[in-house]
Nanobody
Framework: QVDLVESGGGSVEAGGSLRLTCKAL????????MGWFRQSPGKEREAIAA?????????VYDDSVKGRFTIAYEASKNRLFLLMNNLKPEDTATYYC??????????????????????WGQGTQVSVSS
């Protein structure tokens, strides 16, 4: 069992920055892929970034955040980060941390049901005003 606890959400103006943190508790050693999803009201939950934590730290980003968001993993403390720069109003959403175990080349972005995500955090709200 892995518990994921997010923090760092908040309200910012467009162009601002936030850093989300996800702390993995429990049997995090059993996972090798972690990432971030987000969900806006009335929309499906979407994958925006993922990182292979089993070695090499390969990352993948959705086009909507590429160049603005950076995902990183601190192995010594089992923490996942999402650094968000140049935030836009359309980034407003609840952000969820997720983790799972997959083959090395399967740590990718996909719909939640078909993704690596076996464990989920409770979500943290990000609001960006124009």
């Amino acid at each position: 069992q892995v518990d994921l606890v997010e923090s760092g959400g908040g309200s910012v103006e467009a162009g601002g920055s936030l850093r989300l943190t996800c702390k993995a508790l429990g049997e995090a050693w059993g996972t090798n892929c972690m990432g971030w999803f987000r969900q806006s009201p009335g929309k499906e939950r979407e994958a925006i970034a993922a990182i292979f934590t089993g070695g090499g730290s390969a990352t993948v980003y959705d086009d909507s955040v590429k160049g603005r968001f950076t995902i990183a993993y601190e192995a010594s403390k089992n923490r996942l980060f999402l650094l968000m720069n140049n935030l836009k109003p359309e980034d407003t959403a609840t952000y969820y941390c997720a983790a799972g175990a997959v083959r090395p080349n399967a740590c990718t972005l996909s719909e939640p049901k078909s993704s690596y995500a076996r464990y989920w955090g409770q979500g943290t709200q990000v609001s960006v005003s124009s």
